[in-house]
């Protein structure tokens, strides 16, 4: 709430209002319509500092981004996605989840379940990236 000082207050706000009402609700009710015939129209900075917030905010995308490859043809277990997304997260101090949920968020994603060979459950589209070779190998002395 903003209160106005006694000081500044103007006492003929009023009558100043009422003389230019008719404009002022012309000017409402184009706005209105405009608004009902093109919508919301943010200015581009807004939607492009909004759609930043949502990315930094989004802590699966961030994973799949960083540890997943995507293409029609790849397909990874379940267990082996959660077991990568459960380290990466707790690295990163995101929330982890079970893994219902995060496969019921990577559904939302459109990331299809399928079976592996032998009828493990997968995700289809998503493999996890190859791990650096120090961590394949880490008993290797170079």
């Given at each position: ?64 981004e960083e540890r997943c490859l ?11 996605l959660f077991a990568d997304w ?57």
């Amino acid at each position: 709430t903003v209160t106005i000082p006694p000081e500044r207050r103007d006492g003929r706000l009023t009558e100043k209002l009422l003389k230019e009402r008719d404009g002022i609700l012309a000017w409402a009710v184009e706005g209105c319509s405009r608004w009902q015939r093109q919508g919301l129209k943010p200015p581009a900075s807004v939607v492009s500092a909004t759609e930043e917030y949502f990315e930094a905010e989004d802590a699966l995308g961030q994973w799949i981004e960083e540890r997943c490859l995507l293409a029609k043809s790849h397909r990874e277990g379940v267990s082996e996605l959660f077991a990568d997304w459960r380290e990466w997260a707790e690295r990163a101090g995101e929330y982890v989840g079970s893994v219902k949920r995060f496969s019921e968020l990577m559904a939302t994603r459109k990331f299809e379940k399928c079976r592996l060979t032998g009828g493990a459950r997968a995700i289809a589209g998503i493999a996890l990236r190859p791990k650096p070779y120090s961590n394949a190998y880490p008993y290797r002395d170079d």
